[in-house]
């Protein structure tokens, strides 16, 4: 049993700034990479960032220079800090924990319920 739990989202104005929470518990062996995905009705979900346990992390072009991606590994967590908000950064956002539960599985995708994000004036 693999849990992800998103916590933080809210509404701002624009240029504000909002720090999402994800919390990955569970019979976690190993954790290849999180992240962070977003969708508003009528669209594809999409990726925000990610941040793997090895390499580097990855934005979208969008969000580029305005958010940050961190993560603490003895806690499971990964943060998301949104600065610079603008009204189309609105949506539901999830969080990914691509993990495996034992040494010998393949990482598997697992996703929190989501957490909206609303920027407006």
Request: with cysteine; aromatic share 10%.
């Given at each position: 049993q693999v849990q992800v739990v998103e916590s933080g989202?809210?509404?701002?104005?624009?240029g504000g700034s909002?720090?999402?929470s994800c919390a990955a518990s569970g019979s976690i062996f190993s954790i290849y990479a999180m992240g962070w995905y977003?969708?508003?009705?009528?669209?594809q979900r999409?990726?925000?960032?990610?941040?793997?346990?090895?390499?580097?992390?990855?934005?979208a072009d969008s969000v580029k220079g305005r958010f940050?991606?961190?993560?603490?590994s003895a806690?499971?967590?990964?943060?998301l800090q949104m600065n610079s908000l603008k009204p189309e950064d609105t949506a539901v956002y999830y969080c990914l924990c691509s993990?495996?539960?034992?040494?010998t599985s393949v990482p598997y995708d697992?996703?929190?319920q989501g957490t909206q994000v609303t920027v407006s004036s």
């Amino acid at each position: 049993q693999v849990q992800v739990v998103e916590s933080g989202g809210g509404l701002v104005q624009p240029g504000g700034s909002l720090r999402l929470s994800c919390a990955a518990s569970g019979s976690i062996f190993s954790i290849y990479a999180m992240g962070w995905y977003r969708q508003t009705p009528g669209k594809q979900r999409e990726l925000v960032a990610t941040i793997p346990s090895r390499g580097t992390t990855n934005y979208a072009d969008s969000v580029k220079g305005r958010f940050t991606i961190s993560r603490d590994s003895a806690k499971n967590t990964v943060y998301l800090q949104m600065n610079s908000l603008k009204p189309e950064d609105t949506a539901v956002y999830y969080c990914l924990c691509s993990c495996s539960i034992r040494p010998t599985s393949v990482p598997y995708d697992y996703w929190g319920q989501g957490t909206q994000v609303t920027v407006s004036s």
